[in-house]
């Protein structure tokens, strides 16, 4: 089984109390192939960095995780994106980007584009996000889509998980647009409801709910405090709630996290309502701790039902 994740991963810049700046790496996509990769799943990471030190100290860290880097592009004069993560006073952070530029939005439409469109339709299973969507304009865009697409031809699935972040899009009808093509090339469908209410209004479930029985789906949401997965597939449609978490740390890359337990649990042969209790088990470790990346030794075992990290 051959895995990609398609994204951006970007410099990460948190600002402290007196100003200094912490370097970290970040993203979404990027954070869904090293939990799968933790988890032993064969996973390349598909993006576009530039020639300069951050982009070879990010490969070599994605490599240091087990993440295959035959798709990763080098585009020569050209630098990842970056972020500010500011926390004010109240503790309350806010995310401040520089990513227009970024090497890795012309992934798509740079001259070695076809090749990685020819690499990408090979795959077993490919990932990708709202996020991934908002990173390559139209043109970029319909090339991806129509790199998915040979990809399903030749018997490969697609995963999509929402993420929608609405400064990623110059108009929402043009997010609106793309979600619902990606929604309709997926196989595996990851959807939190927030999302589809901010993108869709009230009737955002609705626009998942319409591949139900062609598609696999997991709904997110919660129905009380605790969150609760709604995973539907076939005729089924099960609810699985995720089980109390200690203490809720940092909620950075659960639903990233939740995706590549998903995943690497289906991926293992488990069906899709324990796939997504594995899911439930490792987002909940992750926001446990601060920060996207949890350290190797408070990784769950997805393997023994009720074991803590
Ligand atoms: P995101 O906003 O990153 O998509 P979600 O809010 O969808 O993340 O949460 C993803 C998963 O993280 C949930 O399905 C659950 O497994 C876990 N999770 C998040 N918040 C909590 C919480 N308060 N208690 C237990 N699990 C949580």
């Given at each position: 089984m051959r895995v990609a994740c398609i994204g951006e991963c970007m410099i990460e810049l948190s600002e402290q109390f007196d100003g200094s700046l912490v370097r970290g790496f970040g993203g979404d996509t990027l954070n869904?192939?090293?939990?799968?990769?933790?988890?032993?799943v064969?996973?390349?990471?598909?993006?576009?960095?530039?020639?300069?030190?951050w982009s070879d100290e990010m490969a070599a860290a994605w490599g240091r995780e087990g993440i295959g880097l035959g798709q990763v592009r080098r585009l020569p004069g050209r630098m990842p994106g970056l972020y500010i993560i500011r926390t004010d006073a109240a503790g309350e952070r806010s995310f401040h980007y520089w990513r227009d530029q970024a090497a890795a939005r012309d992934l798509f439409v740079e001259p070695g584009a076809a090749?990685?469109?020819?690499?990408?339709?090979?795959?077993?299973?490919v990932y990708v996000s709202g996020i991934s969507l908002s990173l390559y304009?139209?043109?970029?865009?319909?090339?991806?889509f129509e790199?998915?697409?040979?990809?399903?031809?030749?018997?490969?699935?697609?995963?999509?998980?929402?993420?929608y972040r609405p400064r990623g899009w110059p108009v929402r009808e043009v997010a609106q647009a793309a979600f619902r093509t990606a929604l309709a090339l997926a196989d595996l469908i990851f959807a939190s409801v927030e999302d589809l209410d901010w993108l869709f209004g009230a009737a955002g479930v609705d626009e998942v709910l319409r591949h139900r029985g062609r598609a696999e789906i997991v709904l997110k949401g919660s129905t009380g405090?605790?969150?609760?997965?709604?995973?539907?597939?076939?005729?089924?449609?099960?609810?699985?709630?995720?089980?109390p978490v200690a203490r809720v740390v940092d909620t950075t890359a659960a639903g990233d996290s939740f995706a590549a337990g998903y995943l690497a649990a289906r991926l293992a042969?488990?069906?899709?309502?324990?796939?997504?209790?594995?899911?439930?088990?490792?987002?909940?470790?992750?926001?446990?701790?601060r920060g996207a990346v949890i350290p190797r030794a408070a990784m769950p075992d997805l393997d023994r039902p009720g074991a803590h990290s």
């Open positions: 869904t192939a090293l939990y799968l990769a933790r988890l032993g064969a996973v390349d990471y598909v993006t576009a960095l530039g020639d300069d030190a090749e990685t469109r020819a690499a990408v339709a090979t795959y077993d299973l304009g139209e043109s970029g865009r319909a090339a991806l790199t998915l697409g040979a990809l399903r031809a030749r018997g490969g699935r697609v995963a999509f998980d929402t993420n405090p605790a969150p609760v997965a709604r995973v539907l597939h076939g005729t089924s449609d099960t609810w699985v709630p995720a089980g042969g488990l069906d899709p309502e324990a796939a997504a209790a594995r899911a439930h088990r490792l987002a909940g470790a992750v926001i446990g701790h």
